[in-house]
């Protein structure tokens, strides 16, 4: 490349100028290039005259340099500098945003701005990444699948719409160090599929170390068929009118380190009508929003805290704090299919299981089993009780209970046991007199429950029948 003089660039125009000049990168076998072509590798938004100075409208100058990208290429924010924009971007192409520190590159939507509608009482947007399948009016081919956003704000000016959501996501998106804050709607919103009005696929987003705070809806949340299996990695949600986290996809998604602190609506929350498996792993909800966690039944919760505020419509949950414990707050249930898990109470199942939750354990043996082993506090908070099909069986009191010869030495069985090979005979009940009602079989044996001087210790059923015929033994000395 020959050496070009100043003199020689004067008498050049802008473009002829840049055409001459040459680059070479530092290293062995570097290719020569024109800087020109180098330069081009980034747009800056000052390439296009943005200002950046939170005054000036920089809407449209924004909207030519994105219009200006090639698929794929990055946009340098630069650093100290806020977009005022009063339309909203949409992105009709996989681009890659480059800020610096979040704090120091900002999009700041005006109050009086024009914001596409989202359809379907969704309401407005300020930023749209959308799927080819959107629903709603976009620019041809619009597609931003795979875009990646990092390092910078999207806040809403005092006074703005209270309708208007932040950051919606109808394709797939990657983001990282990205606030959003105080939009009338939610912050963060990943809305897709063909159960919600915008159609699209956003499955697989990531969201990395982003903040929703101030927002009058929801910090984070997920809605729709195809707004699931996406990541939320040390994300945090403050101080936002509705729930810090609400999970609405179809399917599940994974929350990891996750913190929800002031939240009005609480801090993590679920639609039960959905059926997903979403995992939270490692998550944090102050204390100061109510309730902490209220996800569905499906829902795995790895050492979350603080995990008293679990509701017990929550899935299964192994805390962290204080004890490290793990705890559910609904039972862990082992079955062939969620039909036969989500049966509750006495009655006719249509499998087997086994149950295991704070109220205790349950066991059904065999599909339509009338015996149903329970271990649980059923009859009263004084005993741990042994039930079968709902009836009591063995009573452990507790240590503080005294009544009649009860102790926690030995067990009590309200309803008597039966012993031997053919199961007739056996202790069957006490009372006052022999039985009057009910079916007895011969050998069974009936206490007498105030015996005295001179009476007998209960009543035999030497006759099966009912109640058969019973005849007093066991003599007492006088």
Known sequence: MAFVTDTDLAATGAGQGAAMVGFIQNGTGAAPRIAMEKLRETVSVEDFGVV??????????L???????????????????????????????PIVILGGAKEQSKFLFAANGEYTDLGGGLG??????????ISIPVPSGANATRSRLQGFTVEMEEAGPSDLRGIVLNAPCYLSEVDVNAFGRAGFSIIAGDSTPLDGNANGSTLTNCTAMDNGGHGFETLGSDASQ??????????????????????????????????AGGGFGA?????????????????NQNPLFSVNTRSLLLSCSPYAGANEDSGFVLAGLPS???????????????????????????GPFTRVGKN??????????????????????????????????????????????????????????????????????????????????????W???????????????????SPGTWKAFGAIEP
């Open 52 to 61: 950046g100075d939170g005054v000036a409208d920089d809407t449209a100058e």
């Open 63 to 93: 909207q030519a340099a994105l219009a200006a990208m090639a698929a794929g290429q990055a946009l340098d924010l630069g650093t100290g500098k806020t977009f005022r924009i009063s339309a909203t971007l949409i992105f009709a192409k």
């Open 124 to 133: 407005k947007v300020a930023m749209l990444f959308p799927h080819p399948d």
């Open 230 to 263: 996406c990541r939320f990695d040390a994300c945090r949600a403050f101080a936002n009118g509705g729930w810090g986290f609400y999970e609405g996809g179809f399917l599940g998604n994974l929350y990891l380190s996750c913190e929800a602190d002031n939240n």
């Open 271 to 287: 639609d039960n009508s959905m059926p997903n498996t979403t995992v939270y792993l490692f998550c944090y909800a102050e204390i």
């Open 324 to 350: 490290g414990d793990g705890y559910s707050a609904r039972a862990l249930t082992f079955a062939e299919n969620a039909a036969v898990a989500n049966v509750q109470g006495a009655g006719v199942s249509p």
């Open 360 to 445: 205790g354990f349950e066991h059904l043996p065999y599909a339509e089993a009338s015996c149903r082993l329970q271990i649980r506090s059923l009859a009263s908070t004084n005993y741990i009780d042994i039930y079968n099909d709902d009836t009591a069986v063995i009573s452990f009191p507790q240590k503080t209970i005294v009544a009649g010869n009860i102790s926690y030495k030995r067990p009590f069985m309200p309803n008597g046991f039966v012993v031997g090979p053919d199961a007739a005979c056996g202790f069957l009940g006490a009372g006052t007199t022999s039985p009057v009602s009910g079916s007895f079989a011969a050998g069974g044996i």
């Open 447 to 465: 206490l007498h429950s105030q015996p005295i001087a001179g009476g007998h210790v209960g009543w035999v059923c030497v006759t099966g029948g």
